[in-house]
């Protein structure tokens, strides 16, 4: 194979992802293995056969209280006006909770109901009853009785049962083995530092893992390069040495995308597309008995496409269901549209306000990794539906316990590198509660309170004929509503620009003059309407910035662009600057406040966020990134 050239594929199928599923779960077939383990180390797997229990438990008649065991029988003319006196050893004797039950023996008096005369001598002024207060004799587990189907997860009370009813070694099914071929000559190890071009070869550990949440015993390679000899090498290895088989990139329809190709000449091709979005771009096959899952390199689409096409394989091999996630009912914040023919997979932030759990759209991009950790939930759009509208009530599988969901709080509106900070104060203060933030800018977010879709938002309007931050937009767009705009920060906007500043920018017409590369921020954004009054004032439209329509939603975007362009600059706040190492010459000083409903200013949330706010550790904190200053003695203003 060695030289060997292949033809671009550039066809792919949109093959039913329910029908390549059901296709090489009947291709799978081998058969599961089993081996003998130690009860302790059993956690988590999967019984092969049912277990039966060596022992009963308890294995004698046990005491189920502190006390005197005693024979009922000789008991029953005690009386309160009549004292029973026992002697010691032929009467009754002493014994504690679990201990064995003398023959002679029937009954067991709580010591609490005991008088002692002497060493010898109790007094008793209530008869027992037999069998009162003893443990029979398999009254937990009985020998021989059936403590696990096969097909069982065993779990940490199961692996106490076990053991109490004398079982030291359980059969369990042996974990598939899954091989994971990373490929691509852009990978680096997460070691090798970053450089143009490279890429942090991480895909494969969050797969290991996967795979061992779901059962199975991932084996992850070195990277394999971009040359068709060396992956075909790597798969036939990995079909010698392992049940299924994940390779990693090289499943599109790129120049260097060989997978396809290998995978048939060494075996058989079942599907090369599936009609989803993200994770269209799969490969399903079968390489010398082994099913191989060829999975696109973008993280998104990748790991939504091992849940689809490996999680089902582990599951079969186990003898186990699928797992299957928590659903709720949510009303969308946003309309949501889709394409014909396609199943569209949305990862969606979800939040409960005013009663509802309203659902909102993350980015839809299959590279972005931090969609998925920032999902509260997955909406599926089937694909006989071109998406939904805003209001509609839709069902989506939970990504988070919805516990968690309700216990947020609900952030939307200006990116500000306090939130975060803010949210793990309000961690720290109490666990269950966190925010979830939306960076969808100032307008977006005064329109989410408006709308009932958000507990919070920050926001930073310019009014450019009051040169008064946000009362202005408040009264006009939240007119009739009962919201209030508390005082959170005092902060510096600035150009943000290259070490050195080689351009030499410091005001709006040296962007213009200097056909810089500018990196804007998205409509409504707070920042975007500071950048468009500066044009006005200095004369200036639109059409004479470069890079005037290019959108970044949140000033650590903005900074990221500018760090690696020499050409770039950007408008932002300090922080954002100072963690990307870039000068920064201050503009305008601004207020950044926080606006919501009087409802929830006054409810438990409410109060625990502001007291966070105020807070010395909290204010300390963002005294040290620098830039800012949290507001003292806020005044709020109420609407």
Known sequence: ????????????????????????LTAFTLNPEHETIPVPEALGRVTSQPVYANISMPHYHASAMDGIAVLAEETYEAHEQRPLQLKLGDQFVYVDTGNNIPSQFNAVIMIEHVQQLNEETIEIIEPATPWQHIRPIGEDIVQEEMLFPQGHTLRPPD??????????????????VVAIIPTGNELVASDAGSAPGRIVEFNGTVFANYIKEWGGDPRLSA?????????????????????????????SAGSKDYTVHIIGELGTVFTHGVATRPGKPVILGKINGKIVVGVPGYPVSAYLALEWFVRPLVCKYLQIPEPSRQKAEVTLGRRIVSTMGAEDFIRMNIGFVDGRLIANPLTRAAGVTMSLVRADGLLVIPANLLGYEQGDKV????????????????????????????SSHMKRKRADRKIVSSHVGSMAGLMAIRKGEAHVAGIHML???????????????LAGKKVVLYP???????????????????????????????????????????????????????????????????HLSVAAEVKGN???TGLGILPAAKAMDLDFIPVADESYDLLMTQEFFESEKG???????????????????????????????YF
């Open 223 to 251: 990277v394999v390069p971009d040359d068709p000899e060396k992956i075909s090498a790597a798969l036939l290895e990995a079909a010698e040495t392992s049940d299924v088989i994940v390779i990693n990139a090289g499943s």
């Open 488 to 554: 959170f920060l005092k902060r510096t906007q600035g150009w943000m620009v290259p070490k050195g500043n080689p351009l030499g920018i410091n005001d709006a017409a040296d962007i213009a003059r200097t056909g810089a590369e500018y990196a804007n921020r998205q409509k409504g954004a707070g920042t975007r309407i500071l950048f468009d009054l500066l044009l006005a004032e200095a004369c200036l439209s639109p059409e004479q910035i470069n890079g005037y329509d290019r959108e970044m939603f949140s």
């Open 463 to 477: 009014d450019p004929e009051t040169k008064e931050y946000n009362l202005t937009y408040v009264k006009k767009i």
């Open 159 to 176: 692996l106490g049962a076990m053991l109490a009813s004398g079982v030291t070694e359980v059969p369990v099914a042996k974990k598939p």
């Open 607 to 637: 109060r625990e966020l502001l007291a966070v706010i105020q807070s010395e550790p909290f204010r300390n904190d963002v005294a040290r990134i620098g830039g800012y200053a949290v507001v003292t003695n806020p005044k709020p203003t």
């Open 1 to 24: 194979m060695a030289g060997k050239r292949y033809n671009r594929k550039v066809y792919l199928e949109d093959k039913p992802r329910q029908e390549a599923k059901e296709e090489i």
């Open 395 to 422: 069902e989506v599988e939970l990504l988070k316990p919805l516990e968690e969901i309700h216990n947020s709080i609900v952030f939307s509106g200006s990116h500000d590198m306090t939130i975060d900070l803010l």
């Open 566 to 568: 020499i050409k770039a």
